[in-house]
């Protein structure tokens, strides 16, 4: 910075600008208040319908956020101009204080120009002429004067550098809305940036010259900025893709990291979990070079690191994505190269994918987990778990099939689920392990329900669209088709549960046997009795059983519907005997058939399950009873207080698939009484291995669910002071045992390849 551009400098302009921005600041708090309360949780209350339910409330609710993200981005800029302008006015103050007391030494400051400047004595002519030598404290003096004002000029250059680079950085984050980057001042913003810089140094290092201490300082800085969005950008970048591939791999080859291996191998997993976080940031940036850095990390994919006989990039990039949400975006683009890769070393899919098999001598590229980090498609599918719509669109994605008869395209969930040939993995003490077919469920479960798998919905998760719905078909029909699917894999069980919880209007519909083509008044009728926000998952009625005695053969799969069940059982009982429901939106037939109609498909459902249950219980493998209880027990802490989201009828209940806990009204009354119900009695329903029979699991499932059934009933219909109170339990109890009856034929129809005793 130029002396007379600070000594002179007027911040008339830059005082405008931070109350501008402060000014902006204020309206755009009200703003994002008004956009949440008037916007954001009125959409979550109101009563959508049709393509509303899947698009309005998504679209408001992202709508909200952005203006939420322009006020912290107001609220950053206006914090670093405020604290810039502050500085340069304080080494403005500080430069002209000692120009001051310069000239009452006799020295003058003098600006040259392009940043330097002089430090002069002035000496009267006469004495000039005489020969004068300035005394030798004098020269001192001029030496001070000029190291003191080159450290305030040198101050004020790094304070209006500093907050250009924060400025450019905070605007490149995004090439469209707001970013959610939010720094209390200028210094923390700029303190990022350095050790962004100073970290992706150490990073570059030969993985041979590569310290412990260096170690230790890149594990501590990465776990403190991970979140950070300008750090992770910064870094990300002052590394660049072929760095980060070359990094990881270097330190995981025992022969380049000899020296740091030994003394902090058992740390690789903070590390790796922390670089995959500091890299999901990043992957939001839309600045130009992070933008460069996601394409050139894909082009990379194919490519060895490190050497020809390195692992390729797929392979190591894969295993930095276990954790953090990355972008969808780039998550798609990933995929679809990696797809691309996985096609063309197997012949598509003609043959295994040797390339991708772990071998004795190949470093162990995941230390977040027992596998070996070898299948990149194991890392990667471990990501889309965290990124639902980047799950939805890999899992849908079809191309040709691998026999190449080009008559029906195949999805990558086809693909993945029925078709691949697994590479094998063993843990370090050698059993078989299955994470990549673990995470496959994971990915799955992300892409059907729309939330980052091994969470619940909540009332912003959007209504199912067509391709989560389509997905959600497919898995059921897939499973239906092979069983053993799913029940040579019990794994994936919690997951596909899960999922099956979330879709229980759906299931429900399908149980009816009533075709959704078509415009008929059934269906019309069906429609409103199972009311559905959204898409709808059309699936066939044996699918449907098939899929559920499957799932009913592991305990966390079945207490996760089970118990999704019984809530949704009591959240419809309340809602069509509610006397104010309007006449449109109610199902079009007496209470009693009502009741009955709820309690049948909601006792075959039931009956499905406990037929699975029989299945795991007395079948070859045996699985205790007692932990399809503790199973279902375990829902109990998740059903206190958890709140789901609607499904399409308004705020008078809500349908989740764990709780059906109500907004408002009696709906949360009836769901904790039947919940209640069903936890209170689960622990006495224990039985002697010794005795157990296929009678004994039948009677005592069937005789649980007539209780919860006739309890939703009255439950219901006492809320609503109904004339029936006294009769629905009656109604509700000989459904139950119709619903069974319904369970027990659908049931017979699999035996055969189930070899299971039907009751």
């Known amino acids: 910075m130029d002396l007379d551009a600070l000594r002179f400098a007027n911040f008339k302009q830059l005082d405008d600008a931070v109350e501008d921005w402060a000014r902006m600041v204020r309206n755009l708090k009200d703003l994002a208040d008004d956009a949440e309360k008037g916007l954001h949780q009125a959409a979550n209350k109101a009563d959508w319908a049709g393509e509303n339910s899947q698009v309005s409330r998504e679209f408001i609710g992202k709508t909200a956020g952005e203006f939420q993200d322009a006020h912290t981005q107001a609220e950053t800029i206006h914090n670093i101009l405020s604290d810039t302008a502050g500085e340069l006015k304080g080494y403005q103050k500080q430069l002209n204080a000692a120009i001051e007391r310069g000239l009452k030494k006799n020295l003058t400051v003098m600006d040259t120009g392009q940043g330097s400047f002089t430090v002069t004595m002035n000496v009267h002519p006469d004495r000039a002429a005489s020969g004068y030598t300035p005394p030798e404290h004098s020269e001192q003096d001029v030496t001070a004067l000029r190291d003191e004002v080159e450290g305030i000029l040198t101050r004020a250059t790094e304070s209006d550098n500093s907050a250009k680079t924060v400025l450019m950085a905070l605007a490149d984050q995004t090439d469209q809305g707001f970013s959610d980057a939010k720094y209390e001042d200028r210094d923390t913003a700029d303190a990022a940036v350095r050790e962004a810089d100073r970290l992706a140094a150490l990073a570059k290092k030969d993985p041979e010259d590569l310290s412990p201490a260096d170690f230790d300082q890149l594990n501590a800085g990465l776990k403190e900025y991970a979140d950070d969005p300008l750090f992770a950008e910064r870094f990300a970048t002052g590394l660049g893709p072929e760095g980060t591939l070359e990094f990881w791999a270097g330190i995981n080859d025992p022969h380049k990291a000899a020296r740091l291996g030994p003394e902090r191998v058992d740390q690789y997993g903070d590390l790796q979990r922390n670089l995959s976080l500091t890299l999901a940031t990043a992957s939001h940036s839309d600045s130009a070079a992070m933008t460069a850095w996601k394409s050139t990390m894909i082009g990379l994919g194919d490519e060895p690191v490190g050497g020809q006989t390195g692992p390729s990039g797929f392979q190591v990039m894969s295993n930095l994505m276990r954790a953090g949400d990355y972008d969808d975006q780039f998550l798609k683009s990933y995929g679809t190269a990696l797809m691309t890769t996985e096609r063309k070393l197997t012949g598509n899919g003609e043959h295994p994918n040797m390339a991708w098999q772990h071998m004795g001598v190949d470093p162990w590229l995941n230390r977040m987990g027992d596998d070996s980090g070898d299948d990149p498609l194991t890392g990667y599918l471990k990501a889309l778990s965290s990124s639902p719509d980047a799950a939805t669109g890999f899992l849908t994605e079809q191309y040709l099939p691998k026999d190449g008869d080009h008559k029906e395209a195949v999805s990558n969930f086809q693909y993945l689920f029925e078709d691949r040939e697994w590479p094998k993995e063993t843990s370090l003490t050698g059993d078989d392990i299955f994470t990549g077919q673990n995470n496959l469920a994971l990915a799955i479960e992300a892409g059907t329900t729309g939330h980052p798998a091994g969470e619940l919905p909540t009332a912003d998760t959007p209504a199912h669209n067509d391709r989560q719905a389509g997905l959600m078909a497919s898995v059921v029909k897939s499973i239906s088709e092979e069983p053993d699917r799913l029940t040579d894999h019990g794994y994936m069980s919690d997951s596909i549960g899960q999922m099956a919880s979330e879709y229980l209007p759906d299931i429900n519909r399908a149980t009816t046997d009533v075709e959704s083509s078509g415009d008929s008044e059934q269906w019309h009728e069906i429609e409103k009795l199972f009311p559905v926000a959204g898409a709808s998952a059309q699936m066939d009625h044996a699918d449907v059983s098939r899929f559920l005695i499957s799932v009913g053969q592991n305990p966390e799969g079945y207490s996760a519907v089970e118990v999704g069940q019984k809530a949704y059982m009591a959240n419809l009982m309340d809602y069509h005997l509610n006397p104010d429901l309007p006449p449109d939106q109610g199902y079009d037939a007496s209470a009693e058939d009502t009741v009955k109609e709820i309690s049948r498909r909601s006792a075959e459902i039931g009956g499905s399950l406990a037929i699975g249950r029989q299945e795991a219980v007395l079948g ?140």
């Open 620 to 759: 070859p493998a045996k699985e205790a009873d007692d932990a399809y209880n503790h199973a279902v027990s375990q829902w109990q802490n998740v059903a206190n207080g958890v709140v789901g989201t609607g499904i399409g009828v308004g705020t008078s209940f809500i349908a989740t698939p764990v709780v059906g806990a109500a907004v408002g009204g009696a709906a949360g009354t009836v769901s904790s009484v039947v919940l209640g119900e069903l936890f209170n009695g689960v622990e006495g329903s224990h039985l002697e291995d010794s005795g157990l029979s296929s009678a004994q699991l039948w009677e005592d499932s069937r005789e649980r669910n007539t209780a919860l059934a006739q309890r939703a009933a009255v439950e219901a219909a006492k809320a609503h002071h109904s004339p029936d109170a006294g009769r629905v339990g009656g109604w509700a109890m000989d459904a139950t045992q119709n619903g069974f009856n319904d369970a027990s034929t659908n049931g017979r129809h699999m035996a055969d390849d189930l070899e299971t005793e039907i009751p």
